[in-house]
T-cell receptor, first 113, second 112 residues
Framework: DGGITQSPKYLFRKEGQNVTLSCEQN?????MYWYRQDPGQGLRLIYY???????QKGDIAEGYSVSREKKESFPLTVTSAQKNPTAFYLC????????????FGNGTRLTVT | QQQVKQSPQSLIVQKGGISIINCAYE??????FPWYQQFPGKGPALLIA?????SEKKEGRFTISFNKSAKQFSLHIMDSQPGDSATYFC???????????FGTGTKLQVIP
């Protein structure tokens, strides 16, 4: 079955530590995205990538970093510079082209204490 | 800056009733309007989408109504079922690359 795998489902970290969230897709999609979901705020775009070795900042990129070394993988690092890192993080992918639907993974819930 | 405003935040509907969720946008460059459905603990999934050259699109019990002049669009769920209980997000994107702006979500509960 094709899809997007995010791991782990739950992640706990101490304040001041960097943490990397995994996202792998086997849909052969060119584009990949990271969104953050907070109650009452919808989904906000952190970073997106259209091709390997290239990525762009979204609306809330501060305190986050990404890499795209392989088409299938788009890991997100939440750095200690992110002021409010506790959230539900969603990875998505899509084909190129306007109007191609986003395919989401089942998310990683990160709790930083 | 909220470019897509969604209401209500939550909605309770009796089984068999009609659920209506409304969205409004500001950016006139938006030209693709999808709706996503999210169940607890899962990622959102595309439900239905519309482009502004049509005023209505229907897929089964789900209908999008679009009013370009008012910059508003809405989702109607006919004959709502308990299995429809989920969070619904409207969204919009423009002709540029796939940068989708989401509304804040509506949590729908359909009671038997």
């Amino acid at each position: 079955d094709g899809g997007i795998t995010q791991s782990p489902k739950y992640l706990f970290r101490k304040e001041g530590q960097n943490v990397t969230l995994s996202c792998e897709q086997n849909l052969n999609h060119d584009a990949m995205y990271w969104y953050r979901q907070d109650p009452g705020q919808g989904l906000r775009l952190i970073y997106y990538s259209q091709i390997v070795n290239d990525f762009q900042k979204g609306d809330i990129a501060e305190g986050y970093s990404v890499s795209r070394e392989k088409k299938e993988s788009f890991p997100l690092t939440v750095t200690s510079a992110q002021k409010n890192p506790t959230a539900f993080y969603l990875c998505a992918s899509s084909r190129k082209g306007h109007g191609s639907p986003l395919h989401f993974g089942n998310g990683t819930r990160l709790t930083v204490t | 800056q909220q470019q897509v405003k969604q209401s209500p935040q939550s909605l309770i509907v009796q089984k068999g009733g009609i659920s209506i969720i409304n969205c409004a946008y500001e950016n006139t460059a938006f030209d693709y309007f999808p709706w996503y459905q999210q169940f607890p603990g899962k990622g959102p999934a595309l439900l239905i989408a519309i482009r502004p050259d049509v005023s209505e699109k229907k897929e089964g019990r789900f209908t999008i109504s679009f009013n370009k002049s008012a910059k508003q669009f809405s989702l109607h769920i006919m004959d709502s079922q308990p299995g429809d209980s989920a969070t619904y997000f409207c969204a919009a994107s423009d002709g540029g690359y796939q940068k989708v702006t989401f509304g804040t979500g509506t949590k729908l509960q359909v009671i038997p």
